[in-house]
């Protein structure tokens, strides 16, 4: 068993990079998530594993930073809020084009503009639909807990890697700025340039030698035949991402009249949604996407031809909803999709979800 | 077992650190634990809570709108937490800059003296361990031992030297709850 | 003399560097870009670093960099090309990276970007060129940009009070601590060229020696967006641009710091 903590989740996600041998981080503060830089720079991990850790003048350069370290074969990644996410956007699909791997954590904050820090998840267009221009999509993780903020760090990367893809951990200021009980992973060495050239191929900015012809990371191509085979290969990887690496959970699901559909930390309030509804002697389960993109729209699917509805709760006005309505939609069993959410930062609490259940579901 | 608690009161009363040692001292039993603050500007001055549960099971929500235990410490959390307590649970204050004291019937109220005995023990910040030692009086819910492990963990080492004199404080605090109401 | 006899090694006058690839530029005749990639093709071959080289290239007219000199690049966004070189530099301290940057990417758009490289005193190289125009769109008005200076969107000259002054931009830089090597120079004529080769080497081999940001301005012609003949631009350059932009070094220190914040001429 790993060392046990009590940590906050945005602590835990410096921690585990440290700890799985990420060879940058490159960020900018912005509440709520300052934590992931704050307890970097108080770690020092520069001295025990190499690890270079840089305040960047801004989120545009942060993520352009970790455009041209990611770029060199490294691991890296940044962390930010949703503000700062759109800032990064235009790096972000630099780094989708020039298809490299690193992770970029958003410990999502209420919206529109400079909107509120308190927690929100009206990024979950932004985050899985791309976000930046041309059509791209990130690896989007949703961690439900401090202990999934330490283990989707190097999923993420691993992910990152496989598909040579941005991959995304879509936190929120809840998550982020809880304390829960963590096992901490063990502790990965960074990787040598050897090791990367082995693992991964020689596509990286490492120095041209004589062996090969010279690399060049870029998301330009003025030839629009070349342009559109770049895009093709690049649904074709999406594509692959929908049939291999989806992940989600069911809670109590095998005799549910009713599901709810939750992710992060709306997904832990509706774990007691469901209990609050059970004692009432209401069948109600809970799925919750662990990944946003690919997202679980099979099992969805699936259940859609033996239950009677579905809730999608999310802290926005109703963005998931679509996805869970498009897979509905493809079961030929056209049952109810509603939409309960809060916004502004308020967090629903699981009473309102039960209410909101029996109101727009069981009721309607 | 699960205990549902929310400690509410002034920025800078220790509220966040008290949740944070309850918290670890879980951990340090085997517990499955949550810490969850208010954050942001308010913190600065303003009122700050958190709410801590402790389960022997996986916690679902982290975020609740009702709690087993509330430990208020000024008005502005008596006016907004008294109707969060479940019935039958637990209201334990301070009545220091209490004007109006808690009306409920069906919960089970005490009082402890922090500010008073704090001050009188000649150190004001240990003001929340006398707290939490009232609220260990009332609910036991980690043990003694458990508590001291947990002071170790929450402290900074350069800190270390402080936990007997919070020790004291939280001992301080186990032989001054006043119940008020029992049901 | 026979064929025979021109081929022979003892007689080569000229040669192309071995790292400009044989692929055709894409720039203008009469362009600056040329000269100043074949500079910096001879010094990265001189030096021997091809294996350690990284460029950056930017958005501009030289956004193709990177088809032209055999040594491994990244291409960034507009603006950005100094922030991406942070990234490569801090995770690969043994490299050489150097930036490559028009007006527009540089003193504009990336502004923010290229004073906090420099002001942090990233170990690289920039190779900034300013033409003052945006080329590549079609020669519109640039930072740097003359006062009177005609261009796509100031088609009756840069007016002060609409669009302020042209941004010296080089030498805010040569105030920062973190630079060592700040310098002006030119590639219209062979001397020129040579002293400006030297600065590109200097650059270099200071990257080498870790002494921070080595920063080399090319005070450079675009006769098509200019629209002038090449050799009327170079006139132009000598008469317009040197007395505003003149060249020459800012600033060359022993290494980077408060102490390098003296100007040398």
Same mark, same amino acid.
């Given at each position: ?364 | ?183 | ?188 004529? /062979? ?6 080769? %030297?600065?590109?080497? #200097? !650059?270099?081999?200071? &990257?080498?020696? +870790? *002494? ?30 040197? /007395? ?6 800012? %600033?060359?220190?022993? #290494? !980077?710091?408060?102490? &390098?914040?003296? +100007? *040398?001429?």
């Amino acid at each position: 068993m790993g060392e046990l903590r009590l940590m906050k989740g945005n602590e835990v996600i410096a921690e585990a990079a440290i700890r799985c041998g990420c060879d940058g981080y490159f960020g900018y503060p912005i509440t709520p998530q300052s934590e992931v830089m704050e307890t970097l720079m108080a770690r020092e991990p520069w001295d025990e594993t190499g690890m270079v850790v840089l305040q960047a003048e801004s989120e545009v350069a942060s993520i352009n930073m970790v455009y041209g370290a990611a770029g060199s074969g490294k691991k890296v990644m940044t962390s930010s809020s949703s503000p700062g996410i759109s800032l990064m956007a235009e790096g972000i699909s630099y780094i989708a084009g020039a298809e490299l791997p690193c992770v970029i954590v958003n410990v999502q904050r209420g919206g529109p503009g400079l909107g509120t820090i308190q927690p929100s998840q009206a990024d979950y267009f932004q985050s899985t639909k791309g976000g930046g221009h041309g059509d791209y999509k990130l690896i989007v993780l949703a961690p439900a807990s401090v202990q999934e903020m330490n283990d989707f760090v190097e999923l993420a990367f691993q992910l990152a890697f496989k598909y040579r893809n941005p991959a995304m951990i879509l936190s929120d200021g809840a998550i982020g700025q809880m304390m829960e009980k963590v096992e901490l992973s063990d502790f990965q060495p960074r990787l040598t340039a050897e090791e990367i050239k082995a693992r991964y191929g020689s596509w990286a900015t490492t120095g041209k030698t004589a062996d090969r012809d010279y690399n060049i990371v870029t998301s330009l191509e003025m030839d629009s035949a070349k342009m559109e085979h770049n895009n093709l290969r690049f649904q074709e990887k999406y594509r692959t991402m929908e049939e291999e690496e989806v992940r989600y959970e069911m809670i109590e699901c095998d005799d549910a009249d009713y599901v709810l559909v939750a992710f992060g930390s709306s997904a832990r309030i509706c774990q007691k949604s469901v209990d609050i509804a059970r004692a009432k002697g209401l069948k109600v389960g809970l799925l919750r996407p662990i990944t946003l993109f690919p997202f679980p729209k099979k099992s969805i699917a699936e259940l859609a031809k033996r239950v009677k509805g579905f809730l999608t709760v999310e802290m926005n006005a109703g963005q998931m909803i679509e996805d869970v309505q498009l897979a509905v939609g493809c079961s030929g069993n056209n049952v109810p999709v509603k939409h309960f959410g809060r916004m502004g930062g308020i967090i629903p609490t699981p009473g309102e979800v039960a209410e909101a259940l029996e109101q727009k579901l069981i009721g309607g | 077992m699960t205990e549902e608690i929310i400690i509410a009161g002034f920025g800078g009363q220790g509220v966040l650190s008290m949740g944070k040692i309850l918290a670890y001292s879980g951990v340090m039993q085997g517990q499955e634990v949550t810490w969850f603050p208010s954050y942001g500007p308010e913190m600065r001055g303003g009122t700050a809570n958190v709410s801590v549960i402790l389960s022997d099971s996986r916690i679902s929500s982290p975020i609740l709108h009702e709690f087993d235990t509330a430990i208020i410490l000024n008005q502005q959390s008596m006016n907004k937490f008294e109707k969060a307590v479940k019935p039958g649970g637990v209201l334990l204050y301070d009545p220091h800059g209490i004007v109006h004291p808690p009306t409920r019937t069906d919960i089970n109220i005490y009082k402890i003296e922090g500010t008073k005995i704090a001050a009188d023990m000649g150190n004001v910040k240990t003001f929340n361990m006398v707290v939490l030692g009232a609220y260990l009086k009332a609910k036991p819910v980690v043990k003694m031992e458990s508590i001291r492990k947990g002071l170790e963990k929450s402290l900074p080492e350069r800190h270390h030297k402080l936990i007997p004199l919070n020790l004291q404080a939280i001992e301080a605090g186990v032989d001054h709850l006043e119940v008020v109401q029992k049901v | 003399m026979d064929l025979a006899e021109i081929i022979k090694p003892e007689n080569l006058v000229y040669k192309k560097p071995n790292l400009l690839t044989n692929k055709t530029m894409h720039y203008c005749p009469g362009c600056s870009h040329g000269v100043a990639h074949k500079l910096l093709a001879e010094v990265i071959e001189e030096l021997d670093i091809q294996e350690k080289t990284i460029g950056v290239s930017p958005v501009g007219c030289s956004v193709f960099a990177y088809n032209y000199i055999s040594i491994d690049w990244q291409e960034a966004a507009h603006g950005r090309a100094p922030a991406v070189a942070t990234g490569i530099s801090r995770v690969n301290p043994d490299k050489v990276v150097f930036t490559y940057q028009g007006d527009g990417d540089l003193a504009s758009i990336g502004t923010a970007e290229i004073m906090h490289a420099c002001n942090r005193g990233e170990n690289m190289v920039v190779i900034f060129i300013n033409n003052a125009i945006y080329g590549m769109t079609g020669g519109q008005m640039a930072p740097t940009t003359l006062l009177g200076q005609v261009t796509a969107t100031t088609p009756c000259g840069r007016d002060l009070e609409r669009n302020g002054y042209p941004l010296k931009i080089t030498e805010l830089i040569g105030q920062l601590p973190g630079t060592s090597y700040v310098t002006r120079q030119s590639v219209h004529t /062979p001397a020129a060229s040579r002293k400006c080769k %030297k600065a590109i080497k #200097k !650059a270099f081999e200071n &990257a080498l020696a +870790k *002494k921070g940001t080595s920063f080399v301005e090319i005070v450079s012609t675009c006769n098509s967006g200019w629209r002038m003949t090449p050799v009327d631009a170079n006139n132009w350059m000598e008469e317009n641009m040197f /007395p505003f932009y003149p060249v020459g070094d800012i %600033k060359d220190a022993e #290494k !980077a710091g408060p102490e &390098a914040f003296t +100007k *040398k001429n």
